[in-house]
């Protein structure tokens, strides 16, 4: 008998979060990068997964992991930075691959300048959190995983 395969859950991070603990303290946090890929990485793991994160500024580079997670992963969690409110390709990347999704934003962007209040990418994913700081990453890898697990 084959063991069972560890559902996997893909954390996509859009442009400038490579900045997070020195960019906009006052409005992302003091929480670096490092910190959120540690904290999604424990979530996934005690709800049974495994998560892998992959963070980049350029638009096809974040194309290509969503297409390469068909063959890798089971599920999507992506903040899409700035990418979020311009970019039509990485909404039908996600689509196209027809995994779970769920968007996440650190802050909350319906507070913000209104620019940020339209997502291209809230209208493929299962699910939105917005403004819960990085804990965010947090409920979106427990959605997801309780989803994948049926735990």
């Known amino acids: 008998m084959t063991p069972a395969r560890t559902p996997s859950i893909l954390v996509i991070n859009g442009p400038n979060l490579n900045l997070l603990g020195t960019r906009e303290p006052d409005v992302y946090g003091t929480a670096t990068l490092d910190d959120v890929v540690r904290l999604a990485s424990d979530a996934a793991r005690r709800g049974g997964c495994a998560a892998t994160a992959m963070q980049s500024n350029h638009e096809g580079e974040i194309i290509d992991a969503i297409h390469a997670a068909r063959e890798t992963s089971d599920a999507i969690v992506i903040n899409a930075g700035a990418f ?68």
């Open 84 to 151: 979020t409110h311009t970019s039509i390709a990485i909404r039908d990347a996600l689509a196209g691959v027809a995994l779970p999704v769920v968007e996440v934003h650190i802050s909350n962007v319906h507070r913000r300048e209104d620019f940020r209040r339209h997502s291209y990418i809230s209208g493929v994913a299962d699910a939105v959190i917005v403004g819960a700081g990085i804990d965010g990453y947090r409920l979106a890898v427990d959605h997801l995983a309780r989803g994948l697990t049926g735990s």
